[in-house]
């Protein structure tokens, strides 16, 4: 009897142990993986952009669901049994993590003075530091789609209710009540409310309808939570591509009278001392009493400055990857909008892309993207060259430098993507006040009134 007791507790011990040592196994595996995304997180210095998640510790409990929900992968993870935050700079405001937090240890911020750049100086209902002047999107630094859509329409309610005062009986007849500058998530979202309010707009945009939304690349996930676009109503899908987004806003605008100017880059705005602005484009003139900036942050392509850059075979944007097969291709850059690019364009019959990099190694890709451009390297899809910049764009070939010795290569095609010049100068020039501004407790109640409002 005390043998088979022995025998018995023995197997228990031996079943313990090995179920502790997996248990131990995995968490010593967690948490070597949480060290390294902190350590490549140490490799960026700028930090958060934009929204980031801001983990209460003393609420926290280290169940680790905010770090499995992520879409963006590693921007959080688990050390010494609590959330910590290792790679804010991928954060672009999904506020899964926050949601999904059992504690509600969790709120959506922006970024610190100390890590943001200059910004745009907006009251709560979007306007600038001068009168009737509003930006949407994220120009005023808050990036996800569903935020522009949010404030177009929000900001439109807001100019909507001023209108009456402002018009006073005294305006002439072509003056518009409001002019909307960029047709991306905001802008189409604040002419579909113009529309609604019947307030007398126009829209115009310097590019094409869709604003960024339509350069993405085929397929690109850019909506993960439920948005009301006006006249539409709610989007019947939680999660949409470009394509679907796309599809909706041709749908609708189809359906109504959409005032819109395409191709006429706004370069100046006055206001006068009737209150009215005067805004100039590149092809007209047009006069109105409220003006809403829906610009987008991108700006401008940032060129290289590289000798045969003004070739027409060396472009900024990518369109429709399908449009270019059996061709030599470059891409030149390290974020997503790069290797996005690369991967959409490996996969055409017949191309041979080259990813060129200035850096020894990726440290700003999502997670989901930083697999497949191993996956697509691994294959031989896609060949990357880092440490390497171009020096010289020719008709069939590029010179690249790399590693200080300049190699050539055959080439049809450049895409190049080095960031935007920011629209800071242009806000600055028409009066916007721009500076640092400290936006934690603004997001953080933000997030807050949100919460509430859907519950």
Request: proline share 5%; aromatic share 6%.
């Given at each position: ?44 210095s700028d930090g958060p952009h934009a929204q980031h998640p801001h983990i209460d510790t003393s609420y926290c409990i280290g169940c680790a669901t905010c770090t499995t929900v992520c ?385």
């Amino acid at each position: 009897m005390v043998m088979n007791n022995l025998v018995g507790l023995l197997i228990a011990l031996i079943i313990t142990v090995i179920f502790v040592r997996r248990y131990l196994n995995a968490q010593k595996k967690m948490h070597e993986l949480a060290r390294a995304a902190a350590q490549k997180g140490k490799l960026r210095s700028d930090g958060p952009h934009a929204q980031h998640p801001h983990i209460d510790t003393s609420y926290c409990i280290g169940c680790a669901t905010c770090t499995t929900v992520c879409p963006e992968g590693d921007v959080l993870a688990m050390l010494g049994g609590q959330a910590v935050i290792v790679n804010g700079y991928k954060c672009i405001g999904h506020s899964l993590c926050a949601e999904s937090c059992p504690v509600g240890a969790i709120t959506m911020v922006m970024s610190s003075p100390s890590m943001g750049r200059d910004m745009p100086q907006l009251t709560p209902q979007y306007e600038t530091s001068v009168p009737n002047m509003y930006i949407v999107g994220e120009l005023g630094g808050l990036a996800l789609i569903k935020n522009a859509i949010n404030q177009g329409r929000d900001c439109l309610d807001t100019i909507a209710a001023k209108i009456p005062r402002l018009r006073n009986g005294k305006v002439p007849p072509e003056v518009l009540d409001v002019l909307i500058v960029g047709a991306g998530p905001g802008g189409i979202s604040a002419s579909l409310r113009a529309i609604e309010k019947r307030l007398k707009y126009l829209t115009v945009d310097e590019g094409e309808l869709g604003g960024t939304v339509s350069k993405y690349p085929r397929q690109k996930l850019i909506l993960t939570s439920p948005v009301e676009l006006p006249i539409y109503g709610k989007f019947k899908k939680t999660e949409l591509s470009k394509e679907d987004l796309l599809a909706i806003w041709a749908e609708v605008l189809g359906k109504v009278d959409f005032k819109f100017r395409q191709g006429e880059k706004v370069s100046d705005i006055k206001k006068g001392e009737d209150g009215v602005f005067t805004v100039t484009t590149t092809k007209s003139e047009y006069r109105a009493l409220a003006v809403v900036l829906a610009l987008g942050k991108g700006g401008s392509p940032r060129k290289l400055g590289v000798k045969g850059e003004e070739l027409p075979k060396v472009m900024y944007r990518l369109i429709e990857a399908d449009h270019y097969v059996n061709k030599n291709i470059l891409v030149v850059g390290g974020g997503d909008s790069a290797v996005e690019a690369a991967m959409g364009l490996a996969h055409q019959v017949g191309n041979k892309v080259t990813l060129s990099y200035r850096k020894e190694a990726f440290t700003r890709l999502k997670d989901r993207n930083e697999k497949r451009v191993a996956e697509n390297t691994r294959t031989g899809k896609l060949k990357i060259i880092f440490n390497s910049m171009p020096v010289e764009f020719k008709e069939k070939s590029v010179l690249l430098e790399v590693n200080g010795a300049v190699q050539e290569i055959p080439n049809d095609y450049v895409w190049i993507f080095a960031g935007g010049e920011p629209p800071t100068a242009f806000l600055k020039k028409v009066g916007v006040y721009v500076g640092l501004r400290d936006m934690t407790t603004e997001g953080s109640t933000e997030a807050k009134q949100a919460v509430l409002a859907h519950q």
